[in-house]
């Protein structure tokens, strides 16, 4: 595969003509504009990426899962196929690197290759049979049986941290070509190389397994197209990673639209750890030296990050010791983009000027890099102070300190996280049925003795969580189980059984797992 | 059971004291204002019901499923111990017949014991394990579990038109409960003894089986306790079943919030019926009768009402000629109260008024009164006259004639729907594919040459549709699967065996179906 970088809107399988070019991407580095200039995508065009992906939705949401896998194993193949070009384009449009999109590049041909395996299989519409009882008094029972089904065509925002796993070919697209829905993509303005790169994997592999024009597309532009994108009545769902003031905002208009749709927002989470006090006394310097690899993994910029650290305020000098010395020793190094690294500037001076707020360690701040620095407040203060638990993204970190036996009464006055990580002994955790407790009901994943960073895809994950971590805390962004956020049940009463899905027909044809007369069967 | 009406709302396991009388339930054959007035909720009762279900949350989210299930049997049999209390009550407060009363409390009480069945069973909650592998390459992977845990407190309101089944002890309360929810309900000003009943039966069954105070409150009051109700910072999601302008002001009071939480909203449906060339004559007058009685059953007033019919533009004579002869010789009859009776006299008035329907027959119209009524329309103009899908609450339909072939591209015009009917013999059902299609991309459950009204209690329905059919056509409010209305799913990480839920634990010691490692299994 060769480079063949376009700068155009991918609408179904032909390329936009854009108006002049406007976007580009800019290496973080070294603040050098990159070819080529993304043009942004006309009316026309947006246009008729609707219409298509409406028209394709008639198609794509009837075909076999069996179809849907193959289209999904392709694209995954194509990813696997460019990882030079994503290897070479995504360290000049984001910062990271060359490792990291390799490693992304598996995670997203991976995602893309288990959720093939999952519609492959079938079981995951749910579906759910019960027979009719024509005699049942005093009013017959009808044959009722039901199952998933697509919502419509999707929208999906890139996120500017993921430029694979979590953007064009990423985890929201996978799920809603699993679940049965085009996708329209708006691409990051980041890494619009890297937006293409994977469009025209997608676009390659819907053309060569014969899938509808308007399953997917892929749109340049200002944040108006993605006002417009949400505001679409064709659009019937929104996932969305960024920031909270982002997420909000899309939040807003779709549930303004005549019809309001549903937004899968991925937002901002501090992610606390809390350390007890036996935990912290066996893990001493180790625990600090991989508490700092947690903090400072991809600068920082995980939305698993942990912001936030709940100590006990005594004992810890080895953890705090280790950490702190390889804080202040660290060097600062390139966000995604300037606008993210002046964020974390901004937040770190305004940490630094919060009179409870002390600076434990520090590393050198040179301009247009981020350095790692670790605040301490105590626990009195941080439950007075609840601005101190806003998001600062990147390799910063608070640190709480006060009497475990408060940590609970903390905990339940956080906002909702994705992840919440106890360090303990075994021990030491039977008697803190509460401050787990406090912790669950704020968090989507809870973690033992581990960092949060890192997330496994698989069927059991939960990458969500309460407001503000995620709009919508009730699905998973990450995991199989993400396919239920782009669809809703659908029940067929007293249907032949020709005229019903093959999922739903008597003889199980797919022989997948049913609910027949309340049992799980297959 | 003896009546023991006190006019208070049910503040945990205590009366609230109330303002002075303010609200009474009204006769709506007489006009006669019923006793005893309702006192509105006092504002520091309201903070303490508030208060009690954050509390009851902690304790009652962690009950063993067992426990959940003994409590939802004992309010089964204390509505069940009270239905002549409903019998006698509820004709007064609604104008509907006593029998229905005694159908509507099995029905409810059945389903508080499909719930209680449910969960004691315990699969519900979608157990998914993954095993560890602590030396994959390169990163280990950790132990992953997940499940379905409750959200937290839940604000209900009652229905207007199902005094028991979709009220205080209704679906959504079961569904809450069972989940592991506390519920909050605002009463229904249309039938506050009907509530005081059901919220007796409700307040008994927790103290009789030991259930934290504060599980359960109902509060009677205005609007502003409605509104009051979801936006309280304790509420995380809202069940109701009502108008359109009512559930998209909760709606908008629910997006406004600082904490936005999700509200279940079933409100406007006219439920299209299509009846193909070949059913309809071989329907004839019988199936003209049975139209009729789906018409009217309940005074129109289900939301699976049949308010739409998609009828060939040729032949249907028996069928039209018996549904006008009965619609024409019915009598008026007494709904549920006068703002009901006098918003359908005035949407009938308004179908007089549209130039392009005609009224094919009505019955006499009685003051305070509903007269059935069938009104008509041609397929050209129903699609040039959006206006004409508002829903008529009450015993009117608009049929709409029109070649079969137009009329796939009218249904997918139509608004989201609770229902889709088809009346077609095998032979000619085959060649429909696009309109079959059509309605599904529509409603939430489709039917056979069956009728809409009549919602089966089980696992396989869907009471939902896309918008307005509900807020959020993803869920249904009927059936077992409403319980995931009220739930998110949690993850945990490399936890223990003794300190994961029991749900959770590898040697499965409640016996549910779990998918572990990609199998299910139980």
């Given amino acids: 595969m060769k480079p063949s970088l376009q700068g155009k809107s991918i609408i179904g399988f032909a390329r936009g003509a854009g108006q002049e070019g406007k976007q580009q991407g800019i290496n973080p580095a070294t603040g050098e504009a990159l070819e080529p200039a993304y043009a942004a995508v006309l009316p026309e065009e947006f246009d008729r990426a609707m219409e298509l ?224 006090p036996k935990a912290l006394e066996e893990g001493g310097a180790s625990l600090g030296e991989g508490f700092f690899g947690s903090l400072t993994l991809g600068v920082g910029q995980f939305c698993t990050n942990p912001g936030l650290v709940f100590l006990p305020d005594e004992g810890g000098e080895a953890f705090l010791g280790k950490l702190t010395e390889l804080v202040a020793a660290a060097s600062g190094a390139t966000m995604l983009n300037a606008g993210t690294c002046n ?70 006055g956080l906002e909702g996280q994705l992840t919440g990580t106890i360090f303990a002994t075994a021990d030491e955790l039977a008697g803190q049925a509460a401050l787990v407790g406090a912790l669950q009901g704020r968090v989507g994943r809870l973690i033992l003795n581990g960092f949060p960073t890192g997330v496994e895809v698989c069927h059991s994950m939960v990458h969500g969580g309460p407001y503000p971590a995620t709009s919508d805390g009730r699905s998973t962004s990450v995991g199989t189980m993400a396919i239920d956020r782009f669809c809703r049940p659908v029940a067929w009463q007293d249907f032949s059984d020709e005229l019903l899905p093959a999922a739903l027909q008597e003889g199980n044809p797919l022989g997948i797992w049913r609910l027949v007369d309340g049992e799980q069967t297959r």
Same sequence: chains 1, 2.
Wanted: charged share 20%; aromatic share 6%; with cysteine.
């Fill in 343 to 412: 964020a974390y500037s901004g937040r770190l001076a305004e940490l630094d000027g919060v009179s409870v707020v002390e600076t434990l360690a520090a590393a050198a701040r040179t301009e247009g890099k981020a350095a790692p620095a670790v605040f301490s407040v105590s626990l009195e203060d941080f439950i007075k102070n609840p601005e101190l638990q806003a998001e600062c993204f990147g390799p910063a970190t608070l640190i709480v300190r006060g009497p475990v036996d408060k940590m609970a009464e903390a905990i339940a």
């Fill in 53 to 276: 992906a409406k028209s394709a939705f008639a198609v794509y949401s009837e075909l076999p899962g069996a179809k849907r896998a193959e289209f999904l194993r392709k694209i995954a193949d194509n990813l696997d196929a460019a990882v030079d070009l994503f290897a070479e384009r995504g360290p000049l449009e984001t910062g990271l690197p060359e490792g990291r999109m390799r490693g992304e590049t598996a995670r997203t041909s991976g995602q893309l290759r288990l959720f093939a395996q999952l519609i492959e299989d079938g079981s995951w519409v749910n579906a759910r049979i019960e027979h009719g009882i024509p005699d049942r008094a005093p009013l017959p029972k009808p044959d009722l049986r039901s199952m998933l089904r697509p919502l419509g065509p999707v929208g999906v925002f890139c996120a500017s941290n993921f430029p694979l796993a979590f953007s064009v070919a990423g985890g929201d697209t996978a799920a809603a070509l699993a679940a049965g829905c085009p996708v329209v993509v708006k691409a990051h303005r980041s890494h619009p190389g890297m937006a293409e790169l994977a469009g025209e994997c997608i676009m390659d592999a819907a053309r060569e397994t014969g899938m509808p024009e308007g399953v997917f597309s892929l749109l340049f532009g200002s944040q108006e197209i993605g006002t417009a994108l949400v505001d679409h009545p064709v659009i019937q769902a929104v996932g969305f990673t960024g920031s909270r003031g982002g997420g909000t905002a899309l939040m807003r208009i779709a549930a303004a639209r005549p019809q309001p749709i549903p937004v899968y927002a991925e937002m901002s989470s501090i992610n606390p750890v809390v350390i007890l």
